[in-house]
């Protein structure tokens, strides 16, 4: 039997009943938004409970470039929606290629401060409080960029091959949304471990 | 030397029944919980009542010719009157409710008070009287309190593993031990007796015979049971080889024993291990037939139990048996 | 695929139609053979949780009985707990409203049938993952190695310390597996209600029973990402050397409790706002009346929804927290008994003044009432925070909370198993062996559940193997044990009922109950599109205007 894939169409209440792929992401959203805020409020209960160093304001470097690189990329993906809503693909390609650039950024950034952390400051997931709630939150984060990639990939393959039309406005739309809760919750993130916290 | 149970537990339906209280906090949580029953009563009857009667009332009569009943949508003011009076019984409850909380949390620790620490252990009782210098297990003493004069105990209640929680019903609610955090309780109890509570938190698998039993004796037997408990245990001479054993077998790993090498502190101090009347935290009489059976196997009484059979012959075992069977 | 869509085979077609049938149902999105499939796989489990309580009340039928081992005592009330909500309770909920929101807003499907499948198929493996550990390592023989660390899995009792082997990490990921699932299931009913409703329903019109699932749905998406994030940490000690709860290092076994009664008390609500949704809708058809008061009981609902995310910290009165703390938590919920009230008298309300017939459903209903009563009431005993300093942790907790969700939920989901199966099934059950399930039940359940709460007034800790002498609590754990043989036979009676009338029952037509919402249009069991045409609405009760035309509801709302 085959699943209808055809989008059923909302009801004739076009217009005045919202629409599903939205009303889906900003319950996905708040659904993650829950579980990051358990993570905060555990980071921000363990702060000062170390045992042990290393501190915060030890060893955190601010990450203001990588920080300015994903927020920087919901602009962009901003404008690629804008320009595929009014049929420029070629806008739309090059303006989502910079989203994902900026996004594989940050988790470079990511990747090239825990390697200082682990390897030069000697902290680890295990080493104490501060550690594990560090690695945690921002590796959860990590995660949804990392997912957030893939997903912004296969739209650029699908791009690739032409794939990509006006009429898909609304499901880039709906997968903008996504990309944004991430850079929301990075900007919570930041402000808790880097400016808070230190 | 077991204390007879108070005579009026016989008509308190247990020894553990929370509607016979013997101290203050369980005195004033009774008082609290009368006015709670006698409010939820009330509610009870009114609404059941209600409920009972449009059942039987609105219900399908055998002749009934089959129209819609007038079909009634609402009314403003019935709402609010179900709301106002409600909102109206749960303010009285809440600030009967808050003065208790405070009364109890709240109260001051008086210089006269006997201060104990309680620390749970999976599965069973640490306290220590650190001003009286005294370390013991599973069986608590407390002075009796007189309501005139009270000499009341507190106690600070810390866990060494697990979550465990602290409830003697007759004297007081329950109060968890929590590792890595200081909790307090208090109790005054006003008569003499032995109380019986047992650990009330989920702790592993003998969660159900970590027992506690609370003795309250009048100020002169207390004061003489400090006395004997702060003193080195007093050893018979026809028990070396026991000693001996005890000492070169892992015991002193997880015991102490007061003026001698034993100084583990894993498991209960047994330095006057026969002034209790029971083993295991409640788990069996103090006799030597079952101080024998548990050291041979701990898990024949309370499987489980953190403490390793010792693999000992009948002979080590007799002789152990008879070594601590001096400790008073 | 044939177009009786949850008709089940008939015997005498070749064993090649059978699987072919079978596959339909494996690959389905069909939104009413999910919620067969949901209410099937509950009720598997509701048997092998109810004999994980047989097991523990045999145990405890006299004191010092050694009829299981403490290890294995443990482990039944860990699992019993845990089958019942993750795997019995939520998924049941989710079935029926999988089943029933599309039929009653007028939709043709889920707005996702997929994702449905998706996530009805990440609860089986939940469940089957949680059983798995039976097997995991030791075999069978001394159940395994089943999870011991309850039901709530406090901390630090479930580090690697205490907690050596995997059966804590099975109770993890199962749960945290079908918590995915219990995600995208919520999202599809939140969607489903505020995009696919037909013409003329506003959200004002639309039955009760879906506002009270869009309610139920929204907790969900609040409420799940809290047990989520703990189990991840305390999966995140027990493999990467973490330190959230560890408290050795300096982490908080009282952040563990905090966590997961964030999720836990709305968790209960998720539970019992399905349940309300069923009697909202059986009440009404069994009385002849409307809902009494719509607006206020869909504003007591959201109330009730909003509160119920302030109150977790009444599971933890005894754990130290300053008297400020707990003063507010007394307050809060309190509170949160207030609208709950108001939905018990706005029933009463809707009785009032009708014509009640006593089929089944509706039997079921009014026990509900009468007990959902007692339930509140013995909460707000909890509620009094000193009153719980003796009464938590005890078998009055045990008979409180058991008088919810048997004496309340479960009550309300048989007269909704009763009310609905003509429509799911087009047969008729027998109303003689639905009234024997009933009688047996509420004599099983009182026998059980009244005479608990006793033990716990006279001391009686939860979670105990075993009990000694002379405490007093040996009559009525006797009396407790013997009302369950009387629910079992009565269960035995309910299965059976339904299963031989699936097959054998006669023909029950659309609309057996003479009922007003939009899924009796339809025939018994509807096709798989549910409407041929898309209908259009004009009050609460649409089939009440059609058969009333001369004095239709859109006149009064």
């Known amino acids: ?164 039309q006006p009429q898909h406005t609304y499901r880039i739309d709906v997968l903008s949304l996504y990309w944004h809760f991430v850079d ?15 | 030397m077991i204390p007879t149970f108070a005579q009026a537990d016989v008509h308190y339906l247990s020894p553990t029944n929370i509607f016979a209280p013997a101290s203050t906090p369980a005195d004033t949580i009774f008082g609290l919980s009368i006015f709670v029953l006698a409010v939820t009563a009330t509610i009870f009857v009114v609404v059941f009542s209600l409920l009972l009667y449009a059942v039987v009332r609105f219900r399908k009569r055998a002749d009934d010719d089959g129209r819609e009943p ?29 003065r208790v909380i405070a009364s109890v949390q709240k109260a001051a620790q008086p210089p006269n008070a006997i201060e104990v620490i309680a620390i749970g252990h999976q599965f069973w009782w640490e306290y220590r009287y650190p001003a009286l210098q005294v370390v013991t297990a599973n069986e608590l003493h407390v002075p009796v309190s007189d309501p005139a004069h009270p000499t009341p105990t507190f106690i600070k209640l810390l866990s060494a593993d697990t979550d465990h929680s602290f409830w003697i019903p007759r004297l007081a609610g329950k109060t968890d031990l929590i590792p890595n955090r200081i909790n307090h309780t208090w109790i005054d109890p006003h008569e003499t ?85 029971t083993i295991a935290a409640g788990a069996a009489p103090n006799t030597p037939e079952n101080l024998r059976r548990w050291i041979r196997n701990p898990d024949d009484i309370k499987p489980g139990s953190r403490m390793p059979a010792m693999e000992l012959s009948d002979r080590e075992l007799d002789a152990v048996t008879a070594y601590l069977t001096t400790l008073r | 695929m044939s177009t009786d869509s949850i008709a089940l085979p008939r015997p005498q077609e070749a064993s090649r139609a059978l699987v072919d049938s079978l596959h339909d149902w494996v690959t389905t999105v069909d939104h009413k053979r999910l919620g067969v499939l949901y209410i099937l796989f509950a009720l598997f489990f509701l048997l092998v949780g109810g004999i994980e309580a047989t097991i523990m009340r045999i145990q405890l039928i006299r004191p010092q009985n050694d009829f299981v081992s403490p290890q294995v005592f443990n482990r039944m009330f860990t699992m019993h707990g845990t089958t019942m909500i993750f795997f019995v309770a939520m998924p049941v909920m989710f079935g029926f409203a999988n089943y029933l929101v599309p ?19 990440l609860s089986a493996l939940g469940g089957i993952l949680l059983y798995f550990s039976l097997v995991g390592a030791n075999g069978l023989y001394g159940a395994g190695n089943a999870p011991d660390v309850g039901w709530f899995a406090y901390a630090p009792l479930t580090s690697q310390t205490f907690s050596r082997g995997h059966s804590t990490d099975f109770w993890t990921l199962a749960v945290l597996i079908s918590g995915f699932g219990s995600i995208g299931t919520a999202i599809n009913i939140l969607t489903t209600i505020l995009c696919l409703r037909c013409p003329g329903m506003k959200l004002g019109k639309m039955p009760l029973f879906a506002w009270l699932n869009l309610v139920m749905a929204a907790l969900v998406l609040i409420a799940i990402g809290p047990l989520t994030a703990a189990q991840i940490m305390l999966t995140l000690d027990r493999y990467l050397g973490a330190h959230f709860f560890d408290t050795q290092a300096g982490g908080s076994a009282v952040i563990w409790m905090h966590f997961f009664w964030i999720f836990g008390h709305p968790e209960v609500y998720i539970l019992v706002i399905p349940a309300f949704a069923f009697v909202s809708e059986i009440i009404p058809v069994f009385s002849r009346k409307a809902m009494f008061g719509y607006p206020v009981m869909v504003a007591a609902t959201v109330a009730i929804g909003f509160l119920s995310t302030a109150v977790w910290a009444h599971h933890m009165f005894t754990v130290g927290l300053s ?50 009563l007692i339930a509140g009431l013995t909460g707000i005993m909890l509620s009094a925070a000193p009153f719980d300093w003796q009464l938590g942790n005890s078998y009055f907790v045990v008979a409180h909370f058991h008088y919810v969700i048997v004496g309340g939920i479960l009550f309300a989901l048989f007269g909704a198993f009763y009310y609905w199966f003509p429509k799911m099934t087009g047969k008729m059950y027998s109303e003689t062996l639905g009234k024997l399930h009933f009688w047996l039940f509420v004599l099983g359940f009182h026998l059980t559940f009244d005479f ?41 009676t309910f299965v059976g009922n339904l299963v031989w009338h699936c097959f054998k029952g006669e023909a029950a037509g659309s609309d057996p109950w003479d009922a007003w919402t939009l899924e009796w249009t339809t025939s018994s069991p509807p096709p798989v599109y549910n409407f041929a045409a898309v209908p259009t609405v004009r009050s609460r009760r649409p089939l009440w205007d059609l058969k009333h035309p001369d004095d239709p509801d859109w006149k009064y709302e």
């Open chain 1, 184 to 198: 929301v919750v990075w900007i919570v993130v930041f402000t808790v471990v880097y400016i808070i916290g230190r």
């Open chain 3, 103 to 121: 039929l009653m807003i007028g939709a043709r499907d889920m707005a996702f049938p997929r994702l449905n499948a998706f996530s009805f198929w």
């Open chain 1, 1 to 164: 039997m085959n699943a209808t894939p055809t989008m059923m169409s909302d009801s004739q209440l076009d217009g005045e009943l919202p629409s599903r792929g939205h009303v889906a992401m900003f319950a996905l959203i708040a659904a993650e938004a829950a579980i990051f805020a358990i993570f905060v409020v555990a980071y921000i209960f363990d702060l000062g409970k170390s045992l042990t160093g290393p501190l915060p304001k030890d060893v955190l470097a601010v990450p203001i470039f990588y920080t300015i690189c994903l927020l920087s990329s919901s602009v962009t993906i901003h404008v690629a929606g804008h320009a595929l809503g009014q049929g420029k693909i070629g806008g739309f390609r090059t303006w989502w290629f910079a989203t994902i650039v900026l996004g594989a950024l940050f988790l470079y950034g990511t990747a090239q401060e825990w390697h200082r952390l682990i390897y030069q400051e000697g902290l680890t997931i295990s080493t104490n409080l501060f550690g594990t709630t560090y690695y945690s939150l921002v590796g959860l984060h990590g995660f949804h960029v990392l997912v957030g990639l893939i997903c912004l990939s296969a739209v650029m393959a699908f791009t690739l091959f032409g794939d990509i």
């Open chain 3, 323 to 372: 008297s400020n703390a707990n003063t507010f938590f007394v307050l809060s919920t309190m509170a949160i008994g207030v609208p709950t009230g108001i939905k018990i008298f706005n029933w009463l309300a809707t009785m009032w003044g009708g014509k009640i017939h006593f089929q089944t459903p509706m039997l079921f209903c009014i026990a509900f009432l009468f007990q959902f």
């Open chain 2, 70 to 98: 007038p079909q009634v949508y609402g009314s403003n003011q019935v709402e609010l009157a179900w709301t106002v009076i409600p909102i109206l019984i749960v303010v009285a409850l809440f600030m009967a409710t808050a």
């Open chain 2, 193 to 277: 007796g032995l109380y019986l509570g047992q650990c009330a938190q989920y702790c592993g698998t003998q969660h159900a015979k970590m027992l506690l039993r609370v003795y309250v004796q009048s100020r002169e037997e207390f004061d003489r049971w400090i006395q004997e408990q702060s003193q080195v245990a007093h050893i018979g001479d026809t028990a070396s080889e026991g000693q001996h054993i005890f000492e070169t077998t892992a015991c002193i790993n997880c015991h102490a024993i007061g003026g001698t090498v034993a100084d583990g502190r894993f498991g209960p101090d047994l330095s006057h291990l026969m002034s209790r009347d």
């Open chain 3, 452 to 492: 608990m709460h006793i033990p716990g007034f006279l001391g009686m800790p939860r979670r105990i193997y075993t009990y000694e002498l002379g405490r007093g609590w040996d009559t009525w754990n006797l009396i407790v044990t013997i009302g369950v043989f009387f629910q079992a036979l009565s269960i035995l």
